[in-house]
């Protein structure tokens, strides 16, 4: 049978053309359950793999997945390990099905600072899937949102030294194209899972006129219809961009 949509023509010409997503709740979704962190870790896997599939049926453009920040080299070694195995796992168990449906992988953040396995896994996943067009799937993993200013603002300094660009040249595109996600739209629909409400270092530049959605559901309990119910929300609310709907006084 074929997978059916849950809404009207109109209401799926307005799902958001790009989807970013704050995995939270793995290490709340093993205590509760008395496990270990990395138990809930390798359970917030299962979600992601149910959640791009969803995205892809869904015809989505892009999906961005927070996996790891800058900052989350904070945790302990024991747990650092954990999540650095588990990218290993994913690409190994999810690599054929990804590319085989068309999905193209990028991965957000610094890959230099990585262990050489995990490095190697991201640049060959990014390779292999380079001609793919359809769902773009944005990784970050050692990410961080002021990162990747700095990183926009070193090569953009480097090109107006070598004459290639004027100071006045300089454009809220221009940043863009120094950014991870170049030439992808810009964030439409922020989830983040577990009830916190904040970015915490994500796509700082792209999420400027996003909507925020803010489920209190652990990631490892967020099923494809907590997403469809967030989508929903978003379908219905009305994005302003600094105008007015209708003219009044
Ligand atoms: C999010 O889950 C996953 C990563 C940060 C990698 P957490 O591990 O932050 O879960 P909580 O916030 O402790 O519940
Ligand atoms: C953000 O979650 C990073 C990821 C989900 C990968 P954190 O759990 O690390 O963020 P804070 O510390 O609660 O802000
Ligand atoms: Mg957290």
Same mark, same amino acid.
């Not at 307005?14 to 870790?41: C, E, F, T, Y």
């Not at 290993?88 to 953040?109: P, W, Y």
């Not at 396995?117 to 359809?134: F, M």
């Not at 810009?186 to 006129?209: C, M, P």
């Given at each position: 049978?074929?997978?059916?949509?849950?809404?009207?023509?109109?209401?799926?010409?307005?799902?958001?053309?790009?989807?970013?997503?704050?995995?939270?709740? +793995?290490?709340?979704?093993?205590?509760?359950?008395?496990?270990?962190?990395?138990?809930?870790?390798?359970?917030?896997?299962?979600?992601? *793999?149910?959640?791009?599939?969803?995205?892809?049926?869904?015809?989505?453009?892009?999906?961005?997945?927070?996996?790891?920040?800058?900052?989350?080299?904070?945790?302990?070694?024991?747990?650092?390990?954990?999540?650095?195995? #588990?990218?290993?796992?994913?690409?190994?168990?999810?690599?054929?099905?990804?590319?085989?449906?068309?999905?193209?992988?990028?991965?957000?953040?610094?890959?230099?600072?990585?262990?050489?396995?995990?490095?190697?896994?991201?640049?060959?996943?990014?390779?292999?899937?380079?001609?793919?067009?359809?769902? *773009?799937? +944005?990784?970050?993993?050692?990410?961080?949102?002021?990162?990747?200013?700095?990183?926009?603002?070193?090569?953009?300094?480097?090109?107006?030294?070598?004459?290639?660009?004027?100071?006045?040249?300089?454009?809220?595109?221009?940043?863009?194209?120094?950014?991870?996600?170049?030439?992808?739209?810009?964030?439409?629909?922020?989830?983040?899972?577990?009830?916190?409400? *904040?970015?915490?270092?994500?796509?700082?530049?792209?999420?400027?006129?996003?909507?925020?959605?803010?489920?209190?559901? #652990?990631?490892?309990?967020?099923?494809?219809?907590?997403?469809?119910?967030?989508?929903?929300?978003?379908?219905?609310?009305?994005?302003?961009?600094?105008? *007015?709907?209708?003219?009044?006084?």
């Amino acid at each position: 049978m074929k997978w059916k949509l849950p809404w009207t023509t109109e209401e799926t010409g307005k799902l958001p053309q790009h989807v970013a997503i704050i995995m939270d709740g +793995n290490g709340r979704w093993a205590k509760k359950h008395k496990l270990s962190v990395s138990r809930g870790h390798r359970q917030g896997t299962e979600t992601l *793999r149910e959640i791009i599939r969803h995205t892809d049926d869904l015809g989505i453009r892009a999906l961005s997945l927070y996996a790891f920040s800058t900052e989350n080299w904070n945790r302990s070694e024991e747990e650092v390990a954990a999540l650095m195995q #588990l990218i290993l796992d994913f690409f190994a168990s999810e690599i054929d099905e990804l590319d085989e449906k068309n999905v193209r992988i990028l991965i957000l953040g610094d890959k230099s600072r990585l262990p050489e396995k995990q490095r190697e896994t991201l640049i060959e996943a990014e390779k292999r899937t380079a001609g793919n067009t359809g769902l *773009r799937l +944005n990784i970050a993993v050692n990410y961080g949102g002021r990162a990747e200013l700095v990183k926009a603002a070193r090569e953009i300094a480097a090109l107006v030294r070598d004459g290639s660009l004027s100071e006045d040249e300089i454009t809220e595109e221009t940043i863009s194209d120094h950014l991870y996600t170049r030439g992808q739209p810009d964030v439409d629909l922020l989830i983040r899972t577990s009830g916190e409400q *904040r970015l915490s270092n994500f796509l700082l530049y792209q999420n400027a006129y996003a909507e925020f959605i803010f489920p209190d559901t #652990l990631w490892p309990d967020f099923t494809v219809h907590d997403y469809d119910l967030a989508l929903d929300a978003f379908i219905h609310r009305e994005r302003r961009f600094g105008g *007015r709907q209708e003219a009044g006084g």
